[in-house]
């Protein structure tokens, strides 16, 4: 049965004795944009608690990269398996969940909703996945304290500022404890000291958690506190480094 919004496809969690299976595989990903090509034959493997780095030049495919890796974004070829699960084979719906219970994604500007509290912005994977309102709220506190928010719940998103918004969008991308983590330059709307701290943050909770993060950036410090850079260029895999 072709796994949907009503028949989520289940839960990937590796029983013990399977936990070194990878989180992510892409084989030979191709992806152009019209005539533009952005990913030529791609592999790429990740396994749980690791972070990699993905780097390269302007223009080198890495957000495309980001978003065939998280499903936003289907490639023309090759095939990308998440949390055990081909992507290909699941609908937009059925992706969505797979998302929104098992992966954060965390984008450049943290891509909060600017009219609703801060507090239910980090709610909303849980509420959107029919969680009660009083446990997804008592959640959100606890992921904004675990950000330094704790003050900031019951203002709009559009309060805050560029560096707190941006922590507020890692607290949504954490409260739900994600197998996944997958980061578009997280830290480029911010100077260089809230930009350390709020790093510091993703990697040290999500490698509290086990989780694995895959992270775009074209800075080499930000890069060097990975387990692993991955460098692109024009679309392919330049090199890949082992850096820890
Ligand atoms: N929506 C789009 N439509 C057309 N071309 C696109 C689109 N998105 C990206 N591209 C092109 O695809 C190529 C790869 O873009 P991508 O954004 O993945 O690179 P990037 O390495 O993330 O760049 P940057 O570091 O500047 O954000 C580039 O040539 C870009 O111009």
Redesign the pocket.
Same mark, same amino acid.
């Given at each position: 049965m072709t796994p949907t919004a009503e028949n989520p496809p289940p839960a990937a969690d590796a029983p013990a004795g399977e936990a070194a299976d990878p989180v992510l595989t892409l084989r030979a990903v191709s992806h152009a944009? %019209?005539r @533009? $090509? %952005? #990913?030529r034959e791609v592999s790429l493997t990740v396994h749980p608690g690791e972070v990699v780095a993905v780097t390269? $030049? *302007? +223009?080198? +495919?890495? *957000? @495309? #990269? #980001?978003?065939v890796a998280a499903g936003l974004l289907l490639p023309q070829a090759g095939s990308v398996r998440l949390l055990g699960q081909d992507l290909a084979d699941l609908d937009e719906p059925a992706r969505a969940v797979l998302r929104r219970r098992q992966v954060g994604i965390v984008l450049q500007y943290g891509q909060l909703v600017p009219d609703l509290s801060v507090e239910d912005n980090v709610a909303l994977p849980l509420l959107l996945d029919g969680g009660e309102l009083d446990a997804a709220r008592t959640a959100a506190r606890d992921a904004l304290a675990r950000v330094g928010l704790e003050q900031a719940g019951a203002a709009t998103a559009q309060e805050l500022s560029g560096g707190q918004a941006q922590r507020a969008a890692i607290a949504r991308a954490l409260i739900t404890s994600p197998r996944v983590l997958f980061a578009?330059?997280p830290t480029a709307s911010l100077d260089a000291v809230a930009g350390a701290d709020a790093l510091d943050l993703l990697l040290s909770v999500a490698r509290r958690d086990g989780g694995a993060v895959v992270l775009?950036t074209?800075d080499n410090t930000t890069a060097a506190l990975a387990d692993r850079e991955v460098r692109?260029r024009d +679309?392919s895999v330049e090199r890949e480094s082992v850096l820890r």
């Amino acid at each position: 049965m072709t796994p949907t919004a009503e028949n989520p496809p289940p839960a990937a969690d590796a029983p013990a004795g399977e936990a070194a299976d990878p989180v992510l595989t892409l084989r030979a990903v191709s992806h152009a944009y %019209a005539r @533009t $090509p %952005a #990913l030529r034959e791609v592999s790429l493997t990740v396994h749980p608690g690791e972070v990699v780095a993905v780097t390269g $030049p *302007s +223009g080198c +495919g890495k *957000s @495309t #990269l #980001l978003h065939v890796a998280a499903g936003l974004l289907l490639p023309q070829a090759g095939s990308v398996r998440l949390l055990g699960q081909d992507l290909a084979d699941l609908d937009e719906p059925a992706r969505a969940v797979l998302r929104r219970r098992q992966v954060g994604i965390v984008l450049q500007y943290g891509q909060l909703v600017p009219d609703l509290s801060v507090e239910d912005n980090v709610a909303l994977p849980l509420l959107l996945d029919g969680g009660e309102l009083d446990a997804a709220r008592t959640a959100a506190r606890d992921a904004l304290a675990r950000v330094g928010l704790e003050q900031a719940g019951a203002a709009t998103a559009q309060e805050l500022s560029g560096g707190q918004a941006q922590r507020a969008a890692i607290a949504r991308a954490l409260i739900t404890s994600p197998r996944v983590l997958f980061a578009d330059e997280p830290t480029a709307s911010l100077d260089a000291v809230a930009g350390a701290d709020a790093l510091d943050l993703l990697l040290s909770v999500a490698r509290r958690d086990g989780g694995a993060v895959v992270l775009v950036t074209h800075d080499n410090t930000t890069a060097a506190l990975a387990d692993r850079e991955v460098r692109l260029r024009d +679309g392919s895999v330049e090199r890949e480094s082992v850096l820890r």
